[in-house]
């Protein structure tokens, strides 16, 4: 069965300070993955998502990920946190339309 | 396009009580799911339905029950509510098994006091 996990509860990071998410996930076929983000009180919004191709996505809002299939990983970056990037952040993986997420990690941005 | 619909979008129930939530979407998907979300656990899928008639059972369905009588529309039923329903409620839907990307709704929130 294809599981997601998300290493890191919770994450402070400054503001206009580097942002890395960790995610592992365990699934036995080329896995279909995605970053979703969730600000307070609000529905998923998409970030990015890796089905194959080049290992380094680019999405919106200024994140990528890189899909490491030696590793299982699909670790979050962005190079320069606003004050808006806090949130709550859920990595998935899919081989159909069932998505598995992790447990997510709270990103709080302080000044 | 108004995408994917919830409504409503709070609930407090009784225990005992059911009720049904509804989800819609307007963009001829033919896949829609339900997730509940529940602190530190991430989303958990509920049921599944991948075109209209056929529905199916995700992670943890007991408690409720979907029917998917058209493209547009897959409602959630909770039949008794409990207490460990408690949760918010996240309707999706994707174009086809190829498009893998989930569009979601902004969530029900419902309470079994």
């Known amino acids: 069965a294809q599981s997601v996990t998300q290493p890191d509860i919770h994450i402070t990071v400054s503001e206009g300070a580097s942002l890395e998410l960790r995610c592992n996930y365990s699934y036995g076929a080329t896995p279909y993955l995605f970053w979703y983000v969730q600000s307070p009180g609000q529905g998923l919004q998409l970030l990015l998502k890796?089905?194959?191709?080049?290992?380094l996505v680019q999405g919106i809002k200024g994140f990528e990920a890189e899909f490491k299939r030696s590793q299982s990983s699909f670790n979050l970056r962005k190079p320069s946190v606003h004050w808006s990037d806090a949130a709550e952040y859920f990595c998935a993986v899919t081989n159909d339309y069932k998505l598995s997420f992790g447990a997510g990690t709270t990103v709080t941005v302080r000044a | 396009n108004a995408g994917v619909t919830q409504t409503p979008k709070f609930q407090v129930l009784k225990t005992g009580q059911s009720m049904t939530l509804q989800c819609a979407q307007d963009m001829n998907h033919e896949y829609m799911s339900w997730y509940r979300q529940d602190p530190g656990m991430g989303l958990r899928l509920i049921h599944y339905?991948?075109?209209?008639?056929?529905?199916d059972q995700g992670e943890v369905p007991n408690g409720y029950n979907v029917s998917r009588s058209t493209t547009e529309d897959f409602p959630l039923r909770l039949l008794s509510a409990a207490p460990s329903q408690t949760s918010v409620y996240f309707c999706?839907?994707?174009?086809?098994?190829?498009?893998?990307?989930?569009?979601f709704g902004p969530g029900t929130r419902l309470t079994v006091t």
């Open positions: 999706a839907s994707s174009y086809s098994r190829g498009d893998h990307e989930q569009y």
């Open positions: 890796y089905f194959s191709g080049d290992t």
């Open positions: 339905s991948v075109g209209a008639g056929i529905t």
